[in-house]
């Protein structure tokens, strides 16, 4: 009976073991099941984020989406989903399991999907106020911040800044950082009011000794979470007639055009060294590539998002599981995004006046438009600072840094 006893016990450990191991090294699933009059197909992908993408398949159309939301790897998390046909809209909201609501209603017309709080329609206002019953709230994807006002130029938004986010905005001498308590870092004793060889990467800001005239040989590198500066020498003279290409994690490339020189500055091993001549010079697009002369010359930026998948846009970024579109309408860009599952399928975002001013955190997208810089995440667009030097020098740049 005891050696019975003892190898029941020894089973049930090694079931159990092994049942661990399965949940630990499952990658995910996909399944489908339905939901009132959806068909929803469900993936799960635990190697990103615990990333669920959803394609709900209606007799008259089809949505997808997706979230980022640990369930356990818990299949069928779509417990309920209220729909509406609204001139024109296919209008759902889905309520997920433990009665979450994880997205704004969406409103599907012409193969895009709008949020329902940038939709200013009254039906469909009145069929929002009869999601209040799951808690549904319109306001929670509204900006009521207030307004904290530091100087006769700059308002900021504290009520807006996300835990862990650090924000750092350039200055006429250095920069302001943003991270719970404002510190102001002097780099220069006069101001510059014109920064071309200055960049944001990863937890820094590297800016060119702007005290010379006509060739410098000191980079300036700024914590963006401390506060704290080192300087990096290079050995050579680096002509003022040069612009930074971009940056591969902490690493940053300039190209020296008077010299005709690539350059990498690494901030880890606080070094500066050449790193290509004119006759073997490379650019990166999320590998590295060879490029002309000419195209350096021309000021050839790094795209570490780059992607030839989809067409017609003035830009596309394709990053983790989205893409990103940007599309020119006046003097403002207006930004999709689609899935990598269904490119046919997009959704309006926010606009943005400089395409050039994103940057993408896992759970937030930065961006400026006019003279304020925004982020964008479930709960809609917030804003961060209001910069009014903004509207005569669009030269002050801005950088997020998530710890």
């Known amino acids: ?82 729909y509406k046909n609204i001139d024109g809209y296919q209008c759902l909201l889905p309520i997920f399991k433990n009665d979450n609501l994880l997205t704004d209603a969406m409103c599907l017309k012409n193969n895009e999907i709008t949020y329902a ?10 069929y929002l106020k009869s999601l209040e019953k799951y808690g549904y709230d319109k306001n929670n994807y509204k900006d009521n911040a207030s307004a904290i006002k530091l100087s006769n130029t700059q308002t900021i938004y504290k009520d807006n800044f996300l835990e862990n ?28 009011y014109t920064k071309p060889i200055s960049y944001f990467t990863d937890k820094y800001y590297i800016v060119a000794d702007y005290t010379q005239n006509y060739n410098f040989k000191i980079f300036h590198v700024i914590n963006i979470i401390n506060g704290k500066q080192i300087d990096i020498r290079s050995y050579d003279d680096i002509s003022f007639d040069s612009y930074i290409e971009g940056a591969v994690g902490t690493d940053v490339y300039l ?53 030839n998948d989809i067409k017609g846009y003035d830009k596309v970024d394709k990053v983790g599981n989205y893409y990103y579109m940007y599309k020119k309408e006046n003097d403002y860009y207006k930004v999709y995004r689609a899935d990598i599952q269904n490119k046919k399928i997009k959704t309006y975002l926010f606009n943005t006046t400089n395409i050039n001013s994103v940057i993408y955190l896992d759970d937030a997208i930065y961006y400026q438009n006019k003279n304020t810089f925004y982020y964008y995440n479930n709960q809609g667009e917030r804003k961060v600072i209001t910069n009014t030097e903004l509207e005569f020098n669009n030269d002050l740049n801005f950088g997020v840094y998530k710890k």
């Open 165 to 192: 986010h650090y924000i750092a905005m350039e200055t006429y001498k250095g920069l302001n950082l943003f991270n719970g308590n404002e510190n102001t870092i002097k780099i220069f004793d006069n101001d510059v």
């Open 117 to 126: 709080h940038n939709l200013n329609n009254q039906k469909i206002n009145n």
């Open 255 to 307: 190209f020296d055009k008077e010299n005709a020189k690539q350059y990498k500055i690494s901030i880890k091993d606080e070094s500066v060294v050449e790193f290509n001549d004119k006759n073997n010079l490379q650019t990166y697009n999320g590998k590295w590539e060879d490029m002309t002369l000419s195209d350096a010359i021309n000021g050839k930026l790094f795209n570490n998002y780059y992607t």
């Open 1 to 82: 009976m005891k050696y019975l006893f003892k190898t029941l016990i020894i089973f049930t450990a090694i079931f159990v073991i092994l049942k661990c191991l399965l949940f630990l090294f499952d990658t995910g699933h996909e399944i489908t099941y339905n939901v009132g009059n959806f068909k929803i197909k469900e993936t799960l992908n635990t190697k990103n984020n615990n990333n669920y993408y959803f394609e709900l398949t209606h007799e008259k159309f089809k949505i997808n989406f997706q979230i980022n939301k640990n369930y356990n790897k818990d299949e069928k998390i779509i417990k309920k989903i209220e």
